[in-house]
Nanobody, 126 residues
Framework: QVQLAESGGGFVQPGDSLRLSCIASGGQSFSSLAMAWFRQAPGKERELVAAFSWFDGDSYYVDSVKGRFTISSDGPRNTRYLVMNNLKPEDSAVYYC??????????????????WGQGTQVTVSS
């Protein structure tokens, strides 16, 4: 019943910025919950990019995106964002948002997230 939908991906040049959106439907709210962003490039494993808990304020960013990517909650209560600055070609991947109805504290385990979007493609190339 709970659905997540990502949007905001596209084809950009190195150094550009994008803001990915994750919208929850079916009664899901991000308030006081944790959520995460994953990405998967062709031939590679799906990796955790960023995670944030609004329950305790804990956050995680993979080393390769630290200082460039930020999870934002500036929008509607059912929407969260991944703000990506200074994009690099190695950031090219399908990006997925993930959440769970009972997940309060941040988790680094993919299996802890039961709700996933369909993904949005980000391509960084000159």
């Amino acid at each position: 019943q709970v659905q997540l939908a990502e949007s905001g991906g596209g084809f950009v040049q190195p150094g550009d910025s994008l803001r990915l959106s994750c919208i929850a439907s079916g009664g899901q709210s991000f308030s006081s919950l944790a959520m995460a962003w994953f990405r998967q490039a062709p031939g590679k494993e799906r990796e955790l990019v960023a995670a944030f808990s609004w329950f305790d304020g804990d956050s995680y960013y993979v080393d390769s995106v630290k200082g460039r990517f930020t999870i934002s909650s500036d929008g509607p209560r059912n929407t969260r964002y991944l703000v990506m600055n200074n994009l690099k070609p190695e950031d090219s991947a399908v990006y997925y948002c993930a959440a769970d109805s009972y997940l309060r504290r941040l988790s680094l385990q993919r299996s802890d997230y039961s709700y996933w979007g369909q993904g949005t493609q980000v391509t960084v190339s000159s």
